[in-house]
T-cell receptor, first 114, second 113 residues
Framework: EAEVAQSPRYKITEKSQAVAFWCDPI?????LYWYRQILGQGPELLVQ????????DSQLPKDRFSAERLKGVDSTLKIQPAELGDSAMYLC????????????FGPGTRLLVL | DAKTTQPTSMDCAEGRAANLPCNHS???????VYWYRQIHSQGPQYIIH???NNETNEMASLIITEDRKSSTLILPHATLRDTAVYYC??????????????FGSGTKLNVKP
């Protein structure tokens, strides 16, 4: 069964450093999502792509976070500089189409900022 | 903001049915109800979804009330591996017809031997 791939699975960094996460969606899925999940809470959408275009980044802290999906396939989420409050699980999900389809999640990247 | 209300936690005996309730009183006519679960330190796993009619698959059943203001996820024979946080989500169709999931804090289901 096809799955969403994410790497790394765990990342420890110091505050003010740059960090990047990678996501490879299920093949053929046009829509890709990045979520952040703080411990004890449900996931919160950061950014949504349709192919290579951003369609919703209203919750993305744009002063330090950036996301790209240059060829409309895999995607990178970057934080620069990292802050202590960025410690969380970062989840990637994909769906076949935007309007109708179920979202399938990857295993996530757990970030710890020291 | 989450559009659903769920109990914080529930217990269930192994082998018995687990019934997880969810309130979504402000749901609109074209908004689907989705259920996901998240086992510790893993990504959320899709379980089931529905609009108006009751739905069943190999994992669970979804019962939606006639007024659509609440629903119940049923795991017919809970096992220890079903211990997880269960999220009830209303899928909202947002700008440009793109769907958005609003997760709440979910229900922690504890399946006990």
């Amino acid at each position: 069964e096809a799955e969403v791939a994410q790497s790394p699975r765990y990342k420890i960094t110091e505050k003010s450093q740059a960090v990047a996460f990678w996501c490879d969606p299920i093949s053929g899925h046009a829509t890709l999502y990045w979520y952040r999940q703080i411990l004890g809470q449900g996931p919160e959408l950061l950014v949504q792509f349709q192919d290579e275009s951003v369609v919703d980044d209203s919750q993305l802290p744009k002063d330090r976070f950036s996301a790209e999906r240059l060829k409309g396939v895999d995607s990178t989420l970057k934080i620069q500089p990292a802050e202590l409050g960025d410690s969380a699980m970062y989840l990637c999900a994909s769906s076949l189409e935007a309007a109708k389809e179920t979202q399938y999640f990857g295993p996530g990247t757990r970030l710890l900022v020291l | 903001d989450a559009k659903t209300t769920q109990p914080t936690s529930m217990d269930c005996a192994e082998g018995r049915a687990a019934n997880l309730p969810c309130n979504h009183s402000t749901i609109s006519g074209n908004e689907y109800v989705y259920w996901y679960r998240q086992i510790h330190s893993q990504g959320p796993q899709y379980i089931i979804h529905g609009l108006k009619n009751n739905e069943t698959n190999e994992m669970a059943s979804l019962i939606i009330t006639e007024d659509r203001k609440s629903s119940t996820l049923i795991l017919p024979h809970a096992t220890l591996r079903d211990t997880a946080v269960y999220y009830c989500i209303v899928r909202v169709v947002g700008t440009y017809n793109f769907n958005k999931f609003y997760f709440g804090s979910g229900t922690k289901l504890n399946v006990k031997p």
